[in-house]
């Protein structure tokens, strides 16, 4: 399978722990992309990298939530000291390098991780 | 205001019928846009991209965009019970996508 892949699918965790998720991408893709979704919301965007370098992080982002792409490959997402209200399904996605041009290049999710925190 | 915004629906069509689902977006500067399908529990699965004014057809989709009055939408031709889902736009800006909350679709026997 060359599609996004990410792991583990579902996690259930007691508040307060930490946890976190694994995403590898399209291989070719340079691109990675972590968004968060909850119930009747869209994704929202949460950070992106380009290769190893993180380029954007949203206000959403807080200092719980930690992201890293070391060899520009794999990412992990961390959330520490989880809070029920990072219960949501969290969804990694890649695209190619930005071109020349604004159009095209469009992002592709994978799966998602489920968190629950009880 | 959102910077996409979406009727949360549910837009219930009958079988057969054409569904016609309607995104806005608030950045003039934006150059791309998509429609994203999810089903229950499952992640966005992209069905249709547009840039340039006007229509663009694929399948029994059409996604039509109009940048001067800042609106995108998807036409859904001879709905099938298994095009019932949420339908999400996404805008381009410049270097992620940004989400409207979604359409849900409801196509009936």
């Known amino acids: 399978d060359t599609g996004v892949s990410q792991d583990p699918r579902h996690k259930i965790t007691k508040r307060g722990q930490n946890v976190t998720f694994r995403c590898d991408p399209i291989?070719?893709?340079?691109?990675l992309y972590w968004y968060r979704q909850t119930l009747g919301q869209g994704p929202e965007f949460l950070t992106y990298?380009?290769?190893?370098?993180?380029?954007?992080k949203s206000r959403l982002l807080s200092d719980r939530f930690s992201a890293e792409r070391p060899k520009g490959s794999f990412s992990t997402l961390e959330i520490q000291r989880t809070e029920q209200g990072d219960s949501a399904m969290y969804l990694c996605?890649?695209?190619?390098?930005?071109?020349?041009?604004?159009?095209?290049?469009?992002?592709?999710f994978g799966e998602g991780s489920w968190l629950t925190v009880v | 205001q959102k910077e996409v915004e979406q009727n949360s629906g549910p837009l219930s069509v009958p079988e057969g019928a054409i569904a016609s689902l309607n995104c806005t977006y608030s950045?003039?500067?934006?150059?791309?846009f998509f429609w994203y399908r999810q089903y229950s529990g499952k992640s966005p699965e992209l069905i249709m991209s547009?840039?340039?004014?006007g229509d663009k057809e694929d399948g029994r989709f059409t996604a039509q965009l109009n940048k001067a009055s800042q609106y995108v939408s998807l036409l859904i031709r001879d709905s099938q019970p298994s095009d019932s889902a949420t339908y999400l736009c996404?805008?381009?800006?410049?270097?992620?996508?940004?989400f409207g909350t979604g359409t849900r679709l409801q196509v009936f026997p």
């Open positions: 996605a890649s695209s190619p390098a930005l071109r020349p041009s604004t159009f095209g290049n469009t992002i592709y």
């Open positions: 291989s070719e893709h340079n691109r």
């Open positions: 990298f380009q290769n190893e370098a993180q380029l954007e």
């Open positions: 950045d003039r500067v934006s150059q791309s």
């Open positions: 547009i840039y340039s004014n």
């Open positions: 996404a805008v381009r800006t410049p270097d992620k996508l940004i």
